[in-house]
């Protein structure tokens, strides 16, 4: 990853015919308690028509091949915001039976000269490697992702807590914030000024974070004492 100048990268799997993604693995130069690290795939975000025809080898530039900024989804948008990222490149690693895998690098304001030319150049050896790998490694690292998840679950840390463990967006954390009031996905909606399927967006990406599966999970998680004493200790500190 730094050998490319990104500040941070992920490989992760898309299922075309669940509209799904997973991260299979992460890597992030930035220090946590500083900036917020790179949890998720942002190609359902970013990709759009392109995520159903990639070819192997292929190169995606947020910048240069993506929509109007204007368009993009508020969790896209909150994170090139919250990282200063000046461009995302997405390489399809490999495309077959409805999976997609990729390797997505985001880059800080400043990348180097050239950047994307010079991922292209190589962008058929990382296919090829890529595909050349032991058979079933990333099924195995998503396995561990969702067994690490569930015992971060299990461990009942308050995803509101001052910590933030979820790395939950501001976004994010509001939805979860109204959640905890027992205030339904409409209500989010209307609360918050936007459409449903920017709720169903924010929804999705905390499910991913916190390991629950839906939302009256997440409800049922967010009005425990614990969570709610959580949230109050936050709430009195920012009054302070």
Not at 4 to 20: E, T
Not at 44 to 68: H, I, Q, T, W, Y
Not at 146 to 155: L, N, Q
């Amino acid at each position: 990853m730094e050998a490319f100048g990104a500040d941070c990268a992920v490989i992760s799997r898309l299922w075309l015919n669940k509209g799904a993604h997973r991260v299979a693995a992460r890597s992030d130069t930035r220090d946590p308690s500083i900036s917020r690290p790179l949890f998720l795939s942002y190609a359902n975000d970013a990709l759009g028509p392109f995520r159903n025809m990639p070819k192997r080898a292929s190169v995606f530039s947020l910048r240069e091949d993506g929509e109007d900024p204007a368009k993009l989804s508020p969790v896209l948008t909150d994170w090139i915001a919250h990282r200063k990222i000046s461009d995302i490149l997405f390489l399809c690693l490999d495309h077959q039976a409805g999976e997609i895998d990729f390797l997505e690098l985001h880059f800080g304001q400043n990348p180097e000269p050239g950047y994307k030319e010079a991922i292209e150049q190589i962008a058929p050896q990382l296919s090829e490697t890529f595909q050349s790998r032991r058979a079933g490694l990333v099924t195995e690292a998503l396995s561990r992702q969702t067994v690490a998840t569930i015992r971060k679950t299990s461990i009942e840390v308050p995803i509101l807590s001052t910590e933030n463990p979820a790395g939950l967006t501001r976004a994010e954390w509001r939805v979860c914030v109204l959640v905890s009031r027992g205030i339904s996905s409409q209500g989010i909606g209307a609360e918050l000024g936007i459409g449903p399927a920017t709720v169903r967006t924010h929804l999705k990406h905390i499910y991913s974070k916190t390991g629950l599966d839906n939302f009256h999970m997440l409800a049922r998680r967010l009005v425990s004492v614990e969570e709610r004493e959580a949230l109050y200790g936050k709430l009195h500190q920012a009054r302070a």
